[in-house]
């Protein structure tokens, strides 16, 4: 997703009222928050830093860390899968801003103040949503935001993944904009999009219509540098042309598109009209590493105080500590891995904030790899069920290599903190597969298999009967895989050996293998680049960002854009159907239940993200809050204080 998902995505219905759902059909715009409440956030680690100060007579460029190899690599708002990552997202809405913003500090929840739009109205039994702009908002260059620029986006967005699904991170053949069979712009503050189907209310609003971020139709409907501004761009023949010189993504087809061409982002004028706080001044192509600054005419809800920003490239998790050490980082999420240099941190002047993100995580099982027939064992829910049986929350969360105890558990796709309008103790605070050595081998011996601690355990009664191995397991199949990690942190490598350790204790074998977040991203997850490398068993990444309506749709439904390992479960396909398109307010609960039993990946404890601020550095507690709920970036709001 582009815009209310910033890094991934995956809850539980309540009642309407209690999600803010109207008789006219309106999501509501909730009360907007205090901007300065400072109060202690429950289950939190440290202390944020002060709220405010006497602002310095001369304010600098802020600097913050890149995850470490991973700087962004894009800057067009319409992402391609490859270039999908928490520093692209970022980068791009330092500049160009969604209709909805979110979070809205540690709440999950649309930030109105920061938002473009007021809520969609929905009518025509939700096939139809009304959407009707905030006034204010304009362009860098003065030109105000109108529904046109909303409209130029979503034909834009539409030309995009008709020439290749992956232009698009996120998209999933048959949802938004494909499910759209109309979209208008009455006037120049209201869009009236009509969708081919009932949808969920919420649904459609943070998940479809979530996608929209308005684009300047005056300064990018062209199809040439030197052509002239096309106002007629509401056909799929123009905007595919558009799309080709903005993004163009298939270099046999014609030159680079713009946003291809990374040695022009801060020359190019095209990346000089924003909405956003900031725009690009300076940007190496061999790392990401850039500096934006500030947009002197932003129309947001506060008048930005810092010179610009800094985002900071680092060869690893080592040297960016050291640059914190150095006080060369103004703010940032400090690696977790290092949590022992806290102290030495606060000695500095730093203060440490933290809590956990608004994310899942889990391992990622591949149901296709054929090695082995490792892809027919996980599509046993009872190798399943065992595996998870040997994912030891308390001792990873205990763990001094691993999380030190600043970490909260996971259950299944609803992380137990922080809490949402849609947590409940039936899907958020019970395990129903608690870490049972016994367990997971009677789940194996009770269905076929010769469990040998150790060693590698086989299938030794092969079929599809109650107490047999399963269909498409041969007599002689052993229980061992490849593991794949990110390394771009030791924590992934330890996560590793300490599954490894505990699956050995039933004959489960798994051989780890390190690589790059981004590797894994572009290579291992990239279906347009199929390699043999593909025959990975099982992958850990990192983790999966919730929406607002946090349902698994695109992640583990079978035809799910972000379906990584082919997971297709009967069950969990129609509870997600339901989540989408039944009015049911409890639908979205029947889902993480079932997701919770039947397993589509194996579950993992959730991180407390710390957060690092120097001193000197202030700013209301918000706009803190909501960078390690939902590594979200808000800047403008902070300045150095005397």
């Given at each position: 997703?582009?815009?209310?998902?910033?890094a991934g995505c995956v809850g539980v219905a309540v009642a309407a009222t209690t999600l803010?759902?109207?008789?006219?059909?309106?999501?509501?715009?909730?009360?907007?928050?205090?901007?300065?409440?400072?109060?202690?956030?429950?289950?939190?680690?440290?202390?944020?830093?002060?709220?405010?100060?006497?602002?310095?007579?001369?304010?600098?460029?802020?600097?913050?860390?890149?995850?470490?190899?991973?700087?962004?690599?894009?800057?067009?708002?319409?992402?391609?899968?490859?270039?999908?990552?928490?520093?692209?997202?970022?980068?791009?809405?330092?500049?160009?801003?969604?209709?909805?913003?979110?979070?809205?500090?540690?709440?999950?929840?649309?930030?109105?103040?920061?938002?473009?739009?007021?809520?969609?109205?929905?009518?025509?039994?939700?096939?139809?949503?009304?959407?009707?702009?905030?006034?204010?908002?304009?362009?860098?260059?003065?030109?105000?935001?109108?529904?046109?620029?909303?409209?130029?986006?979503?034909?834009?967005?539409?030309?995009?993944?008709?020439?290749?699904?992956?232009?698009?991170?996120?998209?999933?053949?048959?949802?938004?904009?494909?499910?759209?069979?109309?979209?208008?712009?009455?006037?120049?503050?209201?869009?009236?999009?009509?969708?081919?189907?009932?949808?969920?209310?919420?649904?459609?609003?943070?998940?479809?219509?979530?996608?929209?971020?308005?684009?300047?139709?005056?300064?990018?409907?062209?199809?040439?540098?030197?052509?002239?501004?096309?106002?007629?761009?509401?056909?799929?023949?123009?905007?595919?042309?558009?799309?080709?010189?903005?993004?163009?993504?298939?270099?046999?087809?014609?030159?680079?598109?713009?946003?291809?061409?990374?040695?022009?982002?801060?020359?190019?004028?095209?990346?000089?009209?924003?909405?956003?706080?900031?725009?690009?001044?300076?940007?190496?192509?061999?790392?990401?590493?850039?500096?934006?600054?500030?947009?002197?005419?932003?129309?947001?809800?506060?008048?930005?105080?810092?010179?610009?920003?800094?985002?900071?490239?680092?060869?690893?998790?080592?040297?960016?500590?050291?640059?914190?050490?150095?006080?060369?980082?103004?703010?940032?999420?400090?690696?977790?891995?290092?949590?022992?240099?806290?102290?030495?941190?606060?000695?500095?002047?730093?203060?440490?904030?933290?809590?956990?993100?608004?994310?899942?995580?889990?391992?990622?099982?591949?149901?296709?790899?054929?090695?082995?027939?490792?892809?027919?064992?996980?599509?046993?829910?009872?190798?399943?069920?065992?595996?998870?049986?040997?994912?030891?929350?308390?001792?990873?969360i205990k763990s001094r290599a691993i999380w030190g105890g600043l970490a909260v558990p996971?259950?299944?796709?609803?992380?137990?903190?922080?809490?949402?309008?849609?947590?409940?103790?039936?899907?958020?605070?019970?395990?129903?597969?608690?870490?049972?050595?016994?367990?997971?081998?009677?789940?194996?011996?009770?269905?076929?298999?010769?469990?040998?601690?150790?060693?590698?355990?086989?299938?030794?009664?092969?079929?599809?009967?109650?107490?047999?191995?399963?269909?498409?397991?041969?007599?002689?199949?052993?229980?061992?895989?490849?593991?794949?990690?990110?390394?771009?942190?030791?924590?992934?490598?330890?996560?590793?050996?300490?599954?490894?350790?505990?699956?050995?204790?039933?004959?489960?074998?798994?051989?780890?293998?390190?690589?790059?977040?981004?590797?894994?991203?572009?290579?291992?997850?990239?279906?347009?680049?199929?390699?043999?490398?593909?025959?990975?068993?099982?992958?850990?990444?990192?983790?999966?960002?919730?929406?607002?309506?946090?349902?698994?749709?695109?992640?583990?439904?079978?035809?799910?854009?972000?379906?990584?390992?082919?997971?297709?479960?009967?069950?969990?396909?129609?509870?997600?159907?339901?989540?989408?398109?039944?009015?049911?307010?409890?639908?979205?609960?029947?889902?993480?239940?079932?997701?919770?039993?039947?397993?589509?990946?194996?579950?993992?404890?959730?991180?407390?993200?710390?957060?690092?601020?120097?001193?000197?550095?202030?700013?209301p507690s918000f706009s803190f809050e909501n960078l390690p709920s939902d590594a979200v970036?808000?800047?403008?709001?902070?300045?150095?204080?005397?």
């Open positions: 997703m582009r815009a209310l998902s910033k803010g759902l109207v008789a006219a059909g309106s999501v509501s715009g909730a009360t907007p928050r205090v901007a300065d409440a400072s109060a202690a956030v429950p289950g939190s680690y440290g202390q944020l830093p002060p709220t405010s100060g006497t602002p310095a007579s001369k304010q600098g460029i802020l600097t913050y860390p890149l995850e470490p190899g991973s700087g962004p690599a894009w800057i067009f708002p319409i992402v391609p899968g490859a270039n999908y990552t928490t520093d692209t997202i970022s980068f791009t809405d330092y500049s160009w801003r969604p209709l909805w913003w979110d979070p809205d500090g540690t709440k999950i929840a649309v930030d109105w103040t920061q938002s473009l739009a007021n809520a969609p109205v929905f009518t025509d039994d939700n096939k139809t949503a009304t959407i009707t702009l905030k006034s204010g908002w304009k362009w860098s260059d003065g030109q105000p935001i109108t529904s046109q620029d909303v409209l130029f986006d979503f034909w834009v967005y539409k030309a995009a993944i008709t020439l290749s699904p992956e232009n698009a991170a996120g998209y999933t053949p048959g949802f938004f904009p494909s499910d759209v069979t109309s979209i208008s712009a009455p006037n120049s503050t209201t869009v009236v999009v009509h969708f081919n189907a009932t949808h969920n209310q919420l649904f459609a609003f943070y998940s479809e219509l979530g996608e929209l971020i308005p684009l300047p139709a005056h300064a990018w409907a062209e199809t040439s540098a030197k052509g002239p501004i096309i106002t007629d761009f509401a056909n799929l023949k123009t905007a595919e042309k558009i799309y080709d010189f903005l993004a163009n993504s298939n270099p046999k087809s014609g030159p680079l598109g713009q946003a291809e061409d990374l040695k022009t982002y801060a020359t190019n004028p095209l990346w000089q009209v924003v909405d956003g706080p900031f725009k690009i001044s300076a940007y190496d192509p061999a790392t990401g590493g850039f500096t934006m600054l500030t947009n002197p005419n932003y129309s947001g809800p506060v008048k930005t105080k810092i010179a610009g920003i800094q985002g900071l490239y680092f060869t690893s998790e080592s040297s960016e500590v050291d640059a914190y050490l150095s006080g060369d980082i103004d703010v940032g999420l400090f690696p977790h891995a290092f949590a022992a240099q806290i102290p030495a941190l606060r000695a500095k002047g730093y203060t440490i904030w933290g809590y956990p993100e608004d994310e899942f995580g889990f391992v990622v099982l591949n149901f296709k790899d054929p090695t082995g027939d490792w892809g027919h064992m996980v599509n046993q829910l009872y190798v399943r069920q065992a595996m998870q049986h040997l994912v030891d929350q308390e001792g990873i996971d259950y299944g796709p609803l992380s137990t903190a922080p809490p949402t309008v849609f947590t409940t103790p039936g899907d958020a605070e019970i395990d129903p597969y608690p870490f049972s050595i016994a367990d997971a081998k009677a789940q194996l011996v009770n269905h076929g298999w010769k469990v040998v601690p150790g060693g590698v355990s086989t299938c030794i009664n092969p079929g599809s009967g109650p107490k047999q191995c399963g269909v498409g397991i041969k007599e002689g199949d052993g229980l061992e895989t490849n593991y794949y990690y990110a390394n771009n942190s030791p924590i992934g490598g330890y996560i590793g050996e300490a599954l490894a350790s505990d699956f050995s204790k039933v004959g489960i074998k798994l051989t780890l293998i390190g690589k790059g977040f981004n590797y894994m991203i572009s290579t291992l997850d990239d279906p347009a680049a199929p390699t043999e490398e593909k025959l990975w068993g099982m992958e850990e990444f990192g983790y999966y960002t919730q929406t607002l309506y946090p349902t698994a749709f695109g992640t583990f439904n079978t035809t799910g854009s972000d379906n990584l390992g082919g997971i297709s479960i009967p069950a969990v396909d129609q509870a997600i159907n339901g989540s989408v398109f039944s009015t049911n307010t409890r639908a979205l609960e029947h889902e993480i239940y079932v997701e919770t039993y039947d397993l589509p990946g194996l579950f993992l404890p959730n991180e407390y993200r710390l957060l690092a601020v120097k001193k000197g550095v202030v700013g970036y808000n800047p403008e709001y902070w300045y150095f204080a005397s």
